[in-house]
């Protein structure tokens, strides 16, 4: 399978946080970014897109280009930042004129199909608000309008849920389907998220961070096969720890994850496996990085 | 195409399931096409690796061939293949019923005369 992005040894150096990431993004398909608050997630995502200055290692897009201040490759990645991302004083109209300034392929109509889509307004209205009077959640929208808006092969999106209201998320999974769907295998997303539970049906590989550095990464279908979820009687859950991976209990039971390899010995004393769903996976994944980051 | 996103069984097992019933029945036929990976995603509102999943199940049974940047086909159906197929598949559910039959301790014989009786009922 081809990648979109292939992130070799990438570094960047803070005075109290280091990055250190080596990482596949596929092609034709939506990765998610999972990991804790400080996992070094925007890091991530802003040393990708050129936001910050990577320290070291690389990262090739496409197959071959590496430099993010070029023209070309600027124009097929669509960015959107987790705040911030036009200035407040701006209104849907001044977003829609000076991306049609920064980039080739910015398509207008395309823009106020999408304003309209999610009841932003038009950025033709004669009265429009500004973009600081706008809520957190009519913000993200915005800006994802005006990264949809253009042509690209990749977006990398930083929490683009986080402020969105149920529905509103739902809509996001809607609309990372069809992005992906409109170039049947040409397009790629890169999204982070803290809350996997909302993405989990418009997730196709995973890369899972803790403390700055990749603990797990793959095809999510694939990740699911890898692993079990366990749980059980807290009687039991001595006997099976040492075959766990995480496990917490408490007065009547005990759950975690572990290889599913180690299934039948699991159940033969006495735990529940299953299939676990992402959400699941990632909280699994994520508390036995906390566990092997504290001894 | 119906799905449970909260049932034990997994997506992509029922997706795989309900393409394989499509295809051994002959609603879908040989030389047809399946819809592309990420329109069926996008319509039954799930990922496109869990479809991509099924499909790759489908071809692993022979049911269907990738072809390169086109999508998956369906395989013309060998008579005596599809015949192996069906077979496997009653084994298979005959042996859940014998599991059942075991615990709910019926003996041969009886399992015989309810297979019977279900038969002529089906058939009535």
């Not at chain 1, 004393?269 to 992402?278: D, K, Q, Y």
């Not at chain 2, 042996?95 to 009922?121: P, Y």
Request: hydrophobic letters at 40%; one cysteine or more; aromatic letters at 8%.
């Amino acid at each position: 399978m081809e990648n979109a992005v292939e992130i070799k040894e990438l570094t960047k150096k803070y005075k109290d946080f280091m990055l250190d990431v080596s990482a596949v993004i596929p092609k034709g398909f939506a990765s998610a970014l999972i990991g804790a608050n400080g996992a070094g997630k925007t890091t991530l995502i802003d040393t990708l897109c050129g936001v910050t200055a990577k320290t070291g290692g690389e990262a090739v897009y496409f197959g071959n280009m590496t430099d993010t201040d070029d023209d070309v490759l600027r124009n097929r990645i669509g960015y959107c930042s987790a705040t911030n991302f036009f200035p407040f004083d701006w209104k849907l109209k001044t977003i829609a004129e000076c991306m049609a300034i920064g980039y080739d392929s910015f398509d207008r109509a395309r823009f106020t199909e999408l304003c309209g889509r999610w009841s932003l307004g038009s950025p033709d209205d004669k009265k429009q608000k500004n973009i600081m009077k706008m809520s957190d959640g009519n913000r993200m929208r915005a800006a994802l309008a005006a990264v949809l808006a253009r042509d690209t092969d990749l977006l990398v999106l930083d929490e683009p849920a986080s402020s969105l209201d149920p529905l509103a998320r739902d809509q996001l999974c809607e609309m990372f389907r069809e992005y992906l769907a409109a170039k049947d295998g040409e397009r790629t997303i890169l999204f982070s998220t803290h809350n996997i539970a909302d993405m989990e049906f418009a997730t196709d590989y995973a890369i899972f961070m803790a403390h700055g550095k990749v603990v797990e990464q793959g095809f999510v279908e694939d990740l699911k096969d890898k692993y079990i979820l366990v749980h059980g009687e807290a009687q039991d859950g001595k006997k099976a720890r040492p075959l766990m991976l995480s496990y917490t209990v408490n007065n009547t039971s005990f759950e975690g994850i572990a290889l599913a390899d180690n299934s039948a010995n699991l159940q033969a004393v006495g735990a529940v496996t299953e299939r676990p769903t992402l959400q699941q996976l990632s909280v699994g994944i994520l508390r036995k990085a906390e566990e092997d980051a504290g001894k | 195409m119906k799905i449970y996103q909260n049932s034990n069984e997994p997506i992509y097992k029922q997706i795989a399931s309900q393409l394989r019933d499509q295809i051994l029945s002959g609603k879908l036929k040989g030389g047809d096409a399946l819809p592309s990976i990420r329109a069926l995603a996008a319509d039954l509102k799930i990922s496109v690796i869990t479809t991509m999943k099924a499909y790759e199940e489908l071809a692993s049974e022979g049911l269907v061939t990738s072809s390169q940047g086109k999508g998956y086909f369906v395989n013309a159906q060998d008579m005596r293949l599809l015949a192996e197929q069906h077979l496997r598949r009653v084994e298979e559910n005959l042996t859940e019923a014998i599991r059942s039959a075991k615990i709910a301790g019926m003996s041969l014989d009886e399992v015989q005369e309810t297979l019977s009786a279900l038969w002529a009922l089906d058939a009535g």
